[in-house]
């Protein structure tokens, strides 16, 4: 009889977890749809959590990006984040839309950076490790996008040399 007992307490903590992981998803799926959560993406990962939360304290900004096509989105940032910091979180929030919009599709984010850049008002944001208050970026403010390319003289994007792997063994001999 204790082992049939013993079995189904096995049975039910089994069931039980299941039920309370099913009432969680489901009480999540409800908050996410609720109007007052629409920032919330539909998958939050902790650090969306933390940035909204700090965003609602005063203690993050929401920055508005305007594409070259004249669309924007916003996106959460720390009050401390780096330059380095708003492009991750543009290139979260552009996955984001283009799965929402298009499923799984490839941007090359080197290439974009390679030739685009960050500016707001006049100055454009090249230093990745400067901080956004440096550049006068504060809450609810505009960064855009602007064409770049980086001259060469600045030892950035010279021409690749070739790898002569056998023409130092040509040398030795």
């Given at each position: 009889?204790?082992?049939?007992?013993?079995?189904?307490?096995?049975?039910?903590?089994?069931?039980?977890?299941?039920?309370?992981?099913?009432?969680?998803?489901?009480?999540?799926?409800?908050?996410?749809?609720?109007?007052?959560?629409?920032?919330?993406?539909?998958?939050?990962?902790?650090?969306?959590?933390?940035?909204?939360?700090?965003?609602?304290?005063?203690?993050?900004?929401?920055?508005?990006?305007?594409?070259?096509?004249?669309?924007?989105?916003?996106?959460?940032?720390?009050?401390?984040?780096?330059?380095k910091d708003l492009k991750l979180a543009i290139k979260k929030?552009?996955?984001?839309?283009?799965?929402?919009?298009?499923?799984?599709?490839?941007?090359?984010?080197r290439h974009v950076w390679a030739n685009?850049?960050?500016?707001?008002?006049?100055?454009?944001?090249?230093?990745?490790?400067?901080?956004?208050?440096?550049?006068?970026?504060?809450?609810?403010?505009?960064?855009?996008?602007?064409?770049?390319?980086?001259?060469?003289?600045?030892?950035?994007?010279?021409?690749?040399?070739?790898?002569?792997?056998?023409?130092?063994?040509?040398?030795?001999?």
């Open positions: 009889m204790e082992s049939g007992a013993k079995e189904e307490g096995k049975v039910l903590g089994y069931n039980s977890k299941k039920v309370k992981k099913v009432a969680i998803l489901s009480t999540l799926a409800a908050l996410l749809d609720d109007p007052i959560l629409a920032d919330v993406p539909k998958k939050p990962s902790l650090s969306d959590v933390d940035i909204l939360i700090n965003l609602e304290l005063g203690s993050a900004m929401c920055i508005s990006i305007f594409k070259l096509d004249g669309t924007s989105f916003d996106v959460a940032v720390m009050n401390s984040a780096t330059v929030k552009v996955i984001e839309l283009e799965q929402s919009k298009m499923g799984h599709r490839h941007i090359s984010w685009f850049c960050l500016a707001h008002h006049s100055g454009k944001l090249l230093d990745d490790d400067a901080a956004l208050h440096d550049f006068g970026v504060r809450n609810n403010y505009q960064v855009h996008f602007l064409p770049y390319v980086v001259s060469k003289g600045s030892g950035r994007h010279s021409k690749r040399r070739k790898h002569r792997f056998f023409h130092g063994l040509s040398k030795l001999s």
